[in-house]
């Protein structure tokens, strides 16, 4: 059922940006309650949402960007913690990922050693190495209560060939460092390749997106 409606949805993004406007999928990624839902929408409406339920299975959100004079849509998927509410998603999520982002909560120390368990969750997905991975501690705002340490931070996003960005989804002042993760994410992806969903193809009553792929390096980002 929920693969019917994601088939569907694609299908209606697909024909609402028209086959010409690339779309750079990026799911954010880390357990519950560290802020992946406000960060996407600190990204994608400017504001920090007054409330939030846990995220059952995917919410998407879409930004249109513009870099070098192209429009890129950079697609969300905001993606559940909880694994209850994850099981039957998960595939979906790694399925042509562009760009993965890794969220702990710098006041929440079990959410940065988790940190590792996500990274074998995408592993294990087959993320090819030259998907782009950037880690994120947020909740930045609650200085007082700061559990991770940034040197902590800096030295597993190194060992794990990572950007590391510290920021609140909260705090209006920040809302330029969270434009700038998924911006960095997407001045990247077009610097590395052009990825362009072409078509709808339909197998076996299956719908799914095609992707074409050619290297292409003039992004000055
Ligand atoms: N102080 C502070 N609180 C935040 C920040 N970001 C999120 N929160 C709060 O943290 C709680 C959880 O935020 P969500 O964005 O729903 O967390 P999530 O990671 O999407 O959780 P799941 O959907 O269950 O995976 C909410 O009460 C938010 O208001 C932040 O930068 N600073
Ligand atoms: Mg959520």
Redesign the pocket.
Known sequence: MAEIFLAQLLVWKCRLVGPQTRIFKIIVI?D???????LTFRFTGGSFPDQ?E??IGVDFREKAVEIEGETIKVQVW?T???ERFRKSMVEHYYRNVHAVVFVYDVTKMTSFRNLQTWIEECNGHRVSASVPRVLVG??C??VDQIQVSVLNARSFADAHNMLLFET???DPRESQNVDSIFMSLACHLKAQKSLLYRDVEREDGRVRLTQETETKSNCPC
């Not at 519950?32 to 406000?38: D, L, R």
């Open positions: 880390g519950s309650n560290v802020g992946k839902t406000c939030t846990a995220t905001d559940a913690g909880q947020n909740k705002d609650l609140s989804a909260k």
